[in-house]
T-cell receptor, first 114, second 111 residues
Framework: NAGVMQNPRHLVRRRGQEARLRCSPM?????VYWYRQLPEEGLKFMVY????????ESGMPKERFSAEFPKEGPSILRIQQVVRGDSAAYFC????????????FGQGTRLTVV | TQLLEQSPQFLSIQEGENLTVYCNSS?????LQWYRQEPGEGPVLLVT?????EVKKLKRLTFQFGDARKDSSLHITAAQPGDTGLYLC???????????FGKGTHLIIQP
């Protein structure tokens, strides 16, 4: 969707390196979700953030993964010491906030760990 | 933990046929949304339903929200190859923060 920018679109990392995925939400949106998707599967929730707050990180592995959404700048999903199993498409969704609001997705970052 | 179960998981039909896919839960949601995702792209919002029993139409697509706001269906009339994609439902409310997604229905329309 136009307005939600994710970069990079494709990211290749060697095992043990760090991956940083960025998501700039739509203007005026203060809520961001990160999802992970494997081929032929649906979206798996990872983390839900508001500006400067992590609301729900129950879907994110406790080790190696972290996420932030600072007051200024994009939301960052960081994966340290990547392993082959981290290879997937990572999508962020931007919401204005509140119940019933709609999610607008970026085009995703496809992470390949070699 | 609230769950949204989508069925069928996979569906392959011929062009021109009709089909219905389902999204069911034991939780009550304040709203339900349907998205379609094409390969290599992010999901795109199709519709939001809010009121129990609500029916919304989008060209050949008809969306219905169950009276109890626990389930929804998507009916496609005279399916076309361009309808091919992953159809995802998502709910808000239901006792949890944010948006809960089902695993989706993979739809293939064969010419």
């Amino acid at each position: 969707n136009a307005g939600v920018m994710q970069n990079p679109r494709h990211l290749v990392r060697r095992r043990g390196q760090e991956a940083r995925l960025r998501c700039s939400p739509m203007k005026g949106h203060s809520h961001v979700y990160w999802y992970r998707q494997l081929p032929e599967e649906g979206l798996k929730f990872m983390v839900y953030l508001q500006k400067e707050n992590i609301i729900d990180e129950s879907g994110m592995p406790k080790e190696r993964f972290s996420a932030e959404f600072p007051k200024e700048g994009p939301s960052i999903l960081r994966i340290q010491q990547v392993v082959r199993g981290d290879s997937a498409a990572y999508f962020c969704a931007s919401l204005r906030g509140g119940l019933g609001t709609e999610a607008f997705f970026g085009q995703g970052t496809r992470l390949t760990v070699v | 933990t609230q769950l949204l179960e989508q069925s069928p998981q996979f569906l392959s039909i011929q062009e021109g046929e009709n089909l219905t896919v389902y999204c069911n839960s034991s939780s009550v949601f304040s709203s339900l949304q349907w998205y379609r995702q094409e390969p290599g792209e992010g999901p795109v919002l199709l519709v939001t339903v809010v009121t129990g029993g609500e029916v919304k139409k989008l060209k050949r697509l008809t969306f219905q929200f169950g009276d109890a706001r626990k389930d929804s269906s998507l009916h496609i009339t005279a399916a076309q190859p361009g309808d091919t994609g992953l159809y995802l439902c998502a709910g808000t409310g239901g006792g949890a923060d944010g948006l809960t997604f089902g695993k989706g229905t993979h739809l293939i329309i064969q010419p």
